[in-house]
Structures are given as C-alpha cells and as structure tokens.
C-alpha cells in the first residue's frame, strides 16, 4: 500500500501518503514483502530501481512532489479557473527521529547491504508523509483493464464497454476526452508530464498512473519548460511525451483486444492509428488553448503548426545537430509538400 484514502460527501477524497511507518503491521509488511518467492522483493526494487523507500516516503521526495504540484494547480487555475484533475498537496508533515530509527531498524533485519545503504542515504532529509485532495478516488486505469483477454469476459469492443462499466464503472468515451483535455492543458501552460530523467521510474501520463476518469497521480514527473535546457532536449521530451500519451490511448479505448500485426509487433495496425489519432486530439486541444488567449510557448506552436513533412525535417535536424545541414537541405523529405501529398 502507497496511500489511503478518506471519502469527502462530493466525491472527493483526501489522500493519505507515507503513513505506514507508524502503522503496528509494519514489519509484518516487510516480511511478506521478502517472502513471496519473487526475484526481486519489492522493497528492493522501490530504492534500487526507483530511487524510492519501501512502504515510506523520505522528505526530499514529499517536499519535491508538493512543490511540483502546487506550482502546476496554481498555474492552471489562474489559466482555467478551476483544479486540475491532479493533486493537490494540503501538508507535508516530517516524522521525528524515533520513527525513522524504528523504520531503519525493521528494515536492516531483512534487506540487502545495498538497499541499506542506499535507503540511508536517500532518508537523509527524514521520513515524511504528505496530505493531498483528489476530486474523485483515484482507481488507476492499469489496475483495472486487463492487459490480455485471459477470462475477462470481453471478447471484442462491444463487451469491453459492457464488462469495464459494470465491473468498475468505466466511460472509455469520457475518461479519454479528459486525459487529453488534461494533457493538452499540461503542455499549453508549460509543463511535460516527463522528463528524459523519469525513465523507469514513472511518469503521470502512463496508463499506471492515469485514473478511471483520465486524471493523473504521481505528478512528482511534471517538467516546466523552463527548465529544458536545449532545442534537442526540448524534441526529445516533446517526442517521447506523445509516445507515452499514445501507449496510454492504446489502455484508454482498446486493451485488451489484441493486436493488428503484419510480420512484426510494433508499430501495429494499431499504434499507426492511434499515431495520427493522439497528434490530433493533443493539436485540438492545445489549439483551444491559445484562443482562451494562453500565450503558448513557440517551441511547443513549432512542433504542432508545422505541416507533417516540414516538421520530420526540423525535428531530425534538432535531434541530430551534427547533420542538421543534411536533413533541413533534403528534399527527400520536405520535397512532397509541393505535390499536394501533405
């Protein structure tokens, strides 16, 4: 357990986060965890994989996280006047010593030497847990739709609606159209969902950490653009955005239905599809933005004005500087749009 939760008479809940290190089962928890016959036990794979604490939060990683997501809230909310379907962190509250010592103390009986001292070192600000409201019980969509058909009753796209919405009460129709207003928001007020540092360790457009009502959790990947240090790390993370986006519409409207395939796996039938379908949804939304009169960033007007062949040339030639002569002179690529292809 990551969190708990506390229902609001609205529909909201309050969401509880790091409190399990003054909870009595607390070691029992660490014993089951290395106990389940697994390679890795999961407290070993949160510190050494994720640079996270096993059923604790350490103070850097609650502060950075309310940081992040107050500093997101405000901006939206003076942009749209209302909350983003994301967190929003009330307190943080950081534990006193003799917590700390206890976790430490159960957990040296059971972990390896590495994630001692890995742990160790990222509890250095403390232990802590943090307080946030949430508009609606935050159930993830990779929690509930099935990865494969397996026995989950669906056998095509008919069934899957009826199965998800009776099971757990799931609009594929409206939980998408408000993970892409949410998404296409995110980026029009400057913010990626990731950055090229979240590989592995998650980010809150994934499928993992999207809701049943297309909010987004763990926003601790939010990236201003400010912070883009490169017109290469700008393409990189705008690129890989939409790629991530695209995995998640796949979770959205069609998992678990099986793959299109030809002679190889990706891209599908599918993923070809659902390409052109996110590129469009995103310039929608980004669009209805910018006349709301947000002032859009110029890179980010860049990558979605620019007509499809004009920009696989700009982008190539930003992802690849040492040859960017090369790709923005060819006109293997730019040539089309003067036979009307584009």
């Known amino acids: 357990m990551r969190a708990f939760y506390i ?3 609205d529909g909201g809940v309050l969401g509880v986060k790091g409190s399990e290190v003054v909870d009595d089962d607390l070691e029992r928890a660490f014993r089951q965890s290395y106990s389940l016959g697994q390679r890795w036990a999961p ?3 949160f510190p050494l994989a994720e640079q996270k604490l096993g059923l604790a939060v350490h ?3 609650a502060l950075d996280e309310a940081k992040i997501a107050a500093s997101f809230q405000e901006k939206y909310v003076r942009q749209f006047g209302e909350l983003a379907n994301t967190p929003m962190h009330l307190a943080v509250y950081r534990f006193p010593e003799e917590v700390v ?3 430490f103390d159960i957990l040296d009986r059971y972990a390896s030497d590495r994630t001692r001292h890995l742990s160790r070192l990222l509890a250095e600000d403390g232990l802590a847990a943090y307080v946030y409201f949430f508009p609606h019980l935050p159930v993830r969509l990779a929690h509930v739709v099935p990865p494969q058909l397996g026995d989950s009753g669906i056998f095509d796209a008919a069934t899957r609606d009826g199965v998800l919405s009776a099971q757990y009460g799931y609009d594929a129709r409206s939980a998408t159209h408000s993970y892409f207003s949410l998404a296409g928001r995110m980026l029009a007020i400057g913010y990626f969902p990731l950055s090229m540092a979240s590989y592995g360790v998650g980010y809150c457009t994934s499928a993992q950490n999207v809701t049943l009502r297309g909010g987004m959790v763990d926003v601790d990947s939010l990236y201003p653009f400010e912070k883009v240090k490169s017109d290469w790390e700008f393409s990189m ?5 939409m790629s991530t986006i695209c ?9 678990p239905m099986p793959n299109i395939r030809f002679e190889f796996d990706d891209p599908s039938a ?3 599809l659902l390409t052109d379908f996110v590129w469009n949804r995103i310039r929608q939304e980004v669009a209805a933005c910018a006349e709301m009169g947000i002032e859009l960033d110029a890179r980010l007007d860049e990558m979605l004005s620019q007509p499809s062949t004009e920009k696989i040339s700009n982008l190539l ?5 040492q040859r960017q002569d090369f790709f923005l002179a060819t006109h293997l690529v730019s040539g089309y749009d003067n036979r009307g292809w584009d």
């Open 317 to 321: 030639a930003k992802m690849y500087p």
């Open 247 to 255: 995995a998640t519409a796949k979770v959205l409207l069609f998992s």
């Open 101 to 103: 010592d206890k976790y």
């Open 43 to 45: 407290m070993e794979v």
């Open 237 to 241: 993370t705008f690129l890989t955005t």
């Open 59 to 61: 103070g850097s990683e």
């Open 270 to 272: 599918i993923s070809v």
């Open 7 to 9: 229902k609001h008479s």
